[in-house]
């Protein structure tokens, strides 16, 4: 049976610096602060907490992918042969260890993942479809796409839905 856990509201302060630290992983304790309106000490405690309670995963830098020449972004699909156990778990390990993948989703549908790559032009894309994902043995097919436009992209999760869930401080 599955459990599932419901993460108690958050305060406005809260709130504020979830947005303000997923907007900018880089800023400082003291600037944070200063836009909370809080004491250093008192906010950098409120960041520990929420790294804690894990509502702060981690933080990070996201690096431009044309400035490393990285501007061919492509969806792959991928249809599993058959989807045992074993094979599924071979199929993660293998995505797991290809730096070209950037995000693996397993998806309902008429394919069983989706792949978000990079690549800096369609010889270094042929070698890694023909290479890399057509001789795993457990891929029935692969369906590649090239995306055109990327019209967004963010790392954000919207806090505004959970602003109806705001408790008072």
Same mark, same amino acid.
């Given at each position: ?75 792959? +699909?991928?249809? +599993? ?77 919207? +806090? ?10």
């Amino acid at each position: 049976m599955v459990e599932y856990s419901f993460k108690k509201a958050l305060n406005k302060r809260d709130l504020k610096i979830l947005e303000l630290i997923q907007g900018n992983a880089a800023i400082t304790n003291v600037e944070l602060a200063r836009l909370v309106n809080l004491s250093p000490s008192a906010t950098h405690g409120r960041v520990k907490r929420l790294e804690e309670e894990g509502y702060i995963e981690r933080r990070l830098t996201v690096l431009s992918r044309d400035q490393r020449g990285f501007d061919m972004l492509c969806l792959i +699909l991928i249809r +599993l042969k058959t989807h045992q156990i074993e094979q599924i778990k071979e199929f993660y390990e293998s995505i797991e260890h290809l730096e070209e993948v950037l995000e693996c989703y397993h998806i309902t549908g008429e394919h069983d993942y989706v792949l978000k790559v990079a690549q800096r032009n369609h010889i270094e894309l042929r070698t890694f479809v023909l290479e890399q994902l057509t001789p795993l043995p457990y891929i029935a097919t692969v369906l590649t796409s090239l995306v055109l436009e990327e019209v967004k992209f963010t790392t954000a999760l919207p +806090l505004t839905t959970a602003k109806r869930a705001v408790k008072k401080e």
